[in-house]
């Protein structure tokens, strides 16, 4: 048992908490670190007790403690996921959180258990490319339409006179990926409240604002503070920060959302495995340190890449200046930077790929968030998927490289950075 009251408990901060949260060494021999339950299913002390974990998790009544479900079978639960997603929700200040497989089982689960055939979205441009594809495709085949509009500043005045009575979300990455424009959330959550819902049955019901928080990291900006209803992280980027793992998290304050999540994931069989949920908690402990060396680093890498000549122009939240019209979003909406950089290059996809190709030690890699330095070109690797329109709504050109800054000396980078756009 943890020696902390509750009420310690909430005073303490996220970094001291995701380093003992949620495990009790004493039920696993007095180890200091949760053990990895490699369990497929889990033993019932009597008939009974499987038949009320049964029920609570098809939504009939609710355990005193969510914690308290017991547990069943590892595609319902597993004590590696619930330690995770007890972490997490502290990152965020939020009631609970859902692991999965991958960011993108993450965002499809909670798109699927939220919306029906008829309703529609609207989705702040650009989004990750997966995710455009996801939208565009597999959710239009089933009948969810979405209206699509250019995140940042302006992206609320564009979204008023498209809510009616079939929209079921607002669509948001905050920043966007990849071209870090920022959309107020607590705008849009006014808009969503705005909007009378149509009675029972006849429309989709309250409009949810969903925000894929990705590219800022659960370090710098709080989504659900501002209004979000439901955050999404694919967990392969800062959460688990070392490239060697794919998660993803989706987190929610209402029960009924949570619940309508959780019982979407053990029914598509998105969750991800102990080992996986594992190296996830083991990550959340070092989170804001890398988080922060990697923000410091970023924001010398982006000075050195705004004042180069080879390079158009520099789209970092750190340079963002009170004059830019999606400053006050910033000042309201983070806390710092992060580490994502996206730049224009003079030239076109000949001088991005000698760049690339040049870089000896940033890695050309697509993903973002880790220890290591990460670039890549965008146009053809994450957003290539993406129609033309979507591309040009996002600034999606040929000249367009997004790095990722990791833990390396800022010097080395520079240097690496100054000698690829040398020969580019
Ligand atoms: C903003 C964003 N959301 C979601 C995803 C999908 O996550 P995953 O690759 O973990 O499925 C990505 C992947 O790059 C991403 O950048």
Redesign the pocket.
Known sequence: MTKLSESEIARMHPETLALSYGFDPWLSEGAVKPPVFLTSTFAFKHAADGKKFFAWAHGEGAPPHRREMGLIYSRINNPNLEIFEDRVALWEGMKDACSFS??????ATTLLATHHPGDEMIVCAP?????DHLIHTFLRRLGIAAHFIPAGYEACELAAPLINQRTRSIYI?SPA?PNNRLTDVGRMKELAQGHAPAPAGQGAGRILVIV?N??AGPVFAHPARVGADIV??????FIGGHSDV???VALANDDALLSAIAQHRALLGGMPNPYTAWLLTRSLETLKIRAEQQQRTAERVAEFLSGHPKVRKVCYLGLLRPEDPDYPIYRKQHSGPGSLISFYLRGGEREAFAFLDSLKVVKLA???GSTESLAQHPASM?HSGLTSQDKALGGITDDLVRLSVGIEHVDDLIWDLRQALESA
Do not use: F, P, Q
């Open positions: 991958s960011g993108m089982a993450a965002i989004v990750y490319g997966g995710t990455e990926n894929d990705t590219m999404l992280y694919s967990a392969t980027k794919v998660g993803g697509v993903s973002l994450t």
